[in-house]
């Protein structure tokens, strides 16, 4: 059985919300960043009222990850790259 791409996105979609696993996606030149549904809930963020931007993310970094994470975007200036990392939501 072969699925189709909006079925496998929301299989996906599924499976990181249930084990509740954020992701982003960061385009280096333009400086553009899109963030998962997931992402947004685990930080705490209402989605159509807040635009992703580097600086956001990087205050909910883990900070035993945040050298990695500034390392990581200097490369990704060079080539297309994943990572992980721990992230959080700020308490108010």
């Not at 297309?80 to 721990?86: A, G, Q, S």
């Amino acid at each position: 059985m072969k699925l189709d791409t909006s079925t496998q996105i929301r299989q996906l979609e599924k499976i990181h919300r249930i084990a509740g696993i954020g992701y982003w996606i960061y385009t280096y030149n333009s400086n553009e960043m899109w963030w998962s549904n997931i992402t947004y809930s685990i930080l705490g963020y209402d989605t159509p009222n807040f635009t992703p931007n580097r600086q956001n993310l990087i205050k909910h970094i883990h900070p035993e990850d945040l050298e990695f994470f500034l390392v990581s975007l200097q490369q990704m200036a060079k080539q297309t790259m994943e990572i992980e990392f721990r992230f959080f939501k700020m308490e108010n």
